[in-house]
């Protein structure tokens, strides 16, 4: 068990550092003024955010998926070996890799949704400064509204309780359980055509592509939900709140902006999907080869 958290530890790690940038670019994407969009695409949000922020502006809130990495990945890894031991020996192995890996997602998103809440606040900070800028006539430098994500956590829980450490939890549940599944499906089924029939294992490259495939099969799946998600919650930090849930929310978003809107961002999400988890796969692959070259390589969770 403890090597099982070491491997998913430093592949988790290595996801979340070579993605991140392209998640702080994706969120700005999704919560813009479909009216008055700051951005007119993926690239031009990427040297904005450097311009005005520097390359420290890509990776604000960081601090929050570093930390519970380590802990989402072990209960990702445990959840999902764990019920794919005891599921009956006649399923298909299909549909068991399916069941294993969405109830890791369910019981993982536990985790996730105030990670994600206090990273997602993070990110927009810089919006929330050229609003203030934008509306004053202040000239002193701008004092952030979160020191850390930790900070950030900790003021949701003394303004709104509890209750709003967890908001927007439900559709990040929905996200979760779905692209989980469908996300173990698609790594086993890619490992095994690609498998050496001889000796049974998957090459470094094999790895690699596979998990790249996998985690961007998973996330367009589900990006509605994600786009939902953000603007849940993110509602309320830069001008008066909109919504009243999830649903209310997705009803709006469609009705204001057509169907384009759920898929604002899906650029730069599929360009951040194919690395961090083929980064994250290959680092768990290796773990395994170098400390337990025995031990067949298990699937790892997605970032």
């Known amino acids: 068990m403890a090597l099982d958290f070491l491997a998913g530890c430093i592949g988790g790690v290595s996801g ?10 994706k969120v700005h ?25 520097s390359v420290k ?5 960081m601090t929050s998926p570093l930390a519970g990495v380590a802990v989402i990945n072990a209960i990702t890894f445990g959840t999902y070996g764990n019920v794919y031991k005891s599921l009956p020996p006649d399923w298909s192995p299909t549909v068991g890799v399916f069941v294993a890996g969405s109830t890791a997602g369910l019981v993982q ?49 003394r303004t709104d309780g509890w209750r709003g450490m967890f908001r927007g939890y439900g559709v990040t549940m929905g996200r979760e359980v779905p692209s989980y599944g469908l996300y173990f ?36 799946c589900t ?18 709140r909109q919504y009243k849930g999830a649903i209310d929310c997705f009803v709006k978003s469609y009705r204001n902006e057509g169907i384009a809107t759920f898929g604002r961002g899906l650029t730069s999400t599929v360009l951040r999907a194919f690395p961090t ?14 400390l337990a070259p025995k031990r067949q390589v298990v699937i790892e969770g997605r970032t």
């Open 185 to 220: 499906v698609t790594y086993e089924g890619l490992c095994r055509m690609m498998q050496d029939d001889a000796s049974d294992v998957v090459s470094p490259l094999a790895v690699l592509l596979a998990g790249g495939l996998s985690g961007i099969a998973s996330w367009v």
């Open 16 to 25: 979340v550092v070579i993605g991140y940038p392209l998640d702080t670019i």
């Open 109 to 157: 998103s536990v985790i996730v949704g105030p990670m994600e809440l206090a990273k997602t606040r993070m990110q927009i900070q810089q919006d929330d400064r050229s609003r203030i800028h934008r509306y004053s006539n202040w000239n002193r430098p701008f004092e952030p509204t979160y020191r850390s994500p930790w900070d950030c956590l900790m003021q949701i829980r």
């Open 57 to 61: 502006g890509l990776f604000k809130g």
């Open 29 to 53: 994407l999704q919560i813009q003024d479909p009216t008055k969009p700051k951005f007119r695409g993926t690239w031009h949000c990427f040297t904005t955010i450097i311009k005005q922020e």
């Open 223 to 240: 990006y509605p939900l994600d786009v939902v998600k953000t603007r849940v919650q993110t509602d309320g930090l830069l001008g008066p």
């Open 277 to 290: 988890n083929a980064a994250t796969f290959l680092a768990v692959s290796l773990t395994f080869r170098l």
